[in-house]
């Protein structure tokens, strides 16, 4: 009654289901370790956050890495060197506006300089001049804000060549200190105090730490996808069955009208 499944066609289509099943199941576990790549994420940018603030030369130094800090929150103390000041081209602001990053390096006492980002302006009139930037607070001052590290190839931003005068693609702490010729620490810190006020830059958001994102419910939905191989294949067949067995069943009753047929004279 299931000879049928030798057949070329059904060989196939079991075929099939059998390397879908371990494929989805495969995919369900990517999509649910992406899930909980996201949910240590947030856990971690969120005991940054709520850390207490410390200085951020005890974070980072001059060339350091300081991937395994970031979101910390630190504070400085210095100087803005509006000299050696740059735009970030191509940053966009909590409603997706095209314009730039302000990146205004501190003087620290110790000779040293750590990056600022103290917000965006939007990109208005020739974006081969350097934009009207507003200007950041003069004497000493005091600082708070997220350490961010830097970004590099990884980052996916293209390091565009070429570029108008104190213009740049990355936040890059090496490449700063060589144009500046002082050192500089590593990273750069996301200013979120003291306020800029109105006609300051705008300052960078948060980042998100409460979205877990739709991963675990892709991942759900593969299993499921999964499961449905094998029972779509069980109801394919007893289809199948089912409408061989009722060809079989009507060709068996036409034979005897045919044999009564022909055995009527005329």
Same mark, same amino acid.
Do not use: C
């Given at each position: 009654?299931?000879?049928?499944?030798?057949?070329?066609? &059904?060989? =196939?289509?079991?075929?099939?289901?059998?390397?879908? =099943?371990?494929?989805?199941?495969?995919?369900?576990?990517? /999509?649910?370790?992406?899930?909980?790549?996201?949910?240590?994420?947030?856990?971690?940018?969120?005991?940054?956050? #709520?850390?207490?603030?410390?200085?951020?030369?005890?974070?980072?130094?001059?060339?350091?890495?300081?991937?395994?800090?970031? &979101?910390?929150?630190?504070?400085?103390?210095?100087?803005?060197?509006?000299?050696?000041?740059?735009?970030?081209?191509?940053?966009?602001?909590?409603?997706?506006?095209?314009?730039?990053?302000? !990146?205004?390096?501190?003087? !620290?006492?110790? #000779?040293?300089?750590?990056?600022?980002?103290?917000? &965006? =302006?939007?990109?208005?009139?020739?974006?081969?001049?350097?934009?009207?930037?507003?200007?950041?607070?003069?004497? $000493?001052?005091?600082?708070?804000?997220?350490?961010?590290?830097?970004?590099?190839d990884?980052? #996916? =931003?293209?390091?565009?060549? %070429?570029?108008?005068p104190? /213009?740049?693609?990355?936040?890059?702490?090496?490449? $700063?200190?060589?144009?500046?010729?002082?050192?500089?620490?590593?990273?750069?810190?996301?200013?979120?105090?003291?306020?800029?006020?109105?006609?300051?830059?705008?300052?960078?958001?948060?980042?998100?730490?409460?979205?877990?994102?739709?991963?675990?419910?892709?991942?759900? $939905?593969? &299993? !499921?996808?999964?499961?449905?191989?094998?029972?779509?294949?069980?109801?394919?067949?007893?289809?199948?069955?089912?409408?061989?067995?009722?060809?079989?069943?009507?060709?068996? %009753?036409?034979r005897?009208?045919?044999?009564?047929?022909?055995?009527?004279?005329?």
């Amino acid at each position: 009654m299931y000879r049928f499944l030798l057949s070329r066609q &059904w060989v =196939i289509l079991t075929l099939v289901g059998l390397v879908l =099943i371990p494929v989805m199941i495969k995919l369900g576990f990517w /999509q649910f370790h992406r899930h909980e790549h996201r949910v240590a994420r947030n856990d971690f940018v969120a005991r940054s956050l #709520g850390a207490d603030p410390v200085p951020v030369t005890e974070l980072s130094g001059p060339g350091k890495d300081v991937s395994a800090d970031v &979101w910390r929150r630190v504070t400085a103390r210095g100087t803005f060197d509006t000299k050696d000041e740059v735009v970030v081209r191509l940053r966009t602001d909590a409603d997706g506006k095209s314009g730039y990053m302000v !990146l205004t390096p501190l003087l !620290l006492a110790d #000779g040293r300089a750590v990056l600022v980002n103290r917000g &965006w =302006i939007p990109s208005t009139g020739d974006l081969t001049k350097f934009p009207e930037v507003p200007a950041p607070p003069a004497g $000493q001052v005091t600082v708070t804000g997220r350490l961010r590290a830097d970004e590099t190839d990884s980052s #996916g =931003i293209k390091d565009t060549r %070429g570029l108008p005068p104190r /213009q740049v693609m990355r936040i890059n702490s090496e490449r $700063q200190a060589a144009s500046m010729h002082r050192p500089v620490l590593g990273g750069y810190i996301e200013l979120t105090a003291p306020d800029p006020g109105d006609k300051g830059p705008e300052p960078v958001a948060a980042p998100d730490h409460d979205s877990i994102g739709p991963h675990m419910a892709y991942a759900v $939905q593969w &299993w !499921l996808f999964a499961a449905f191989v094998p029972v779509g294949w069980v109801v394919l067949v007893r289809r199948e069955r089912r409408d061989r067995a009722a060809a079989t069943a009507d060709t068996t %009753g036409a034979r005897p009208a045919v044999a009564r047929t022909a055995a009527t004279p005329e």
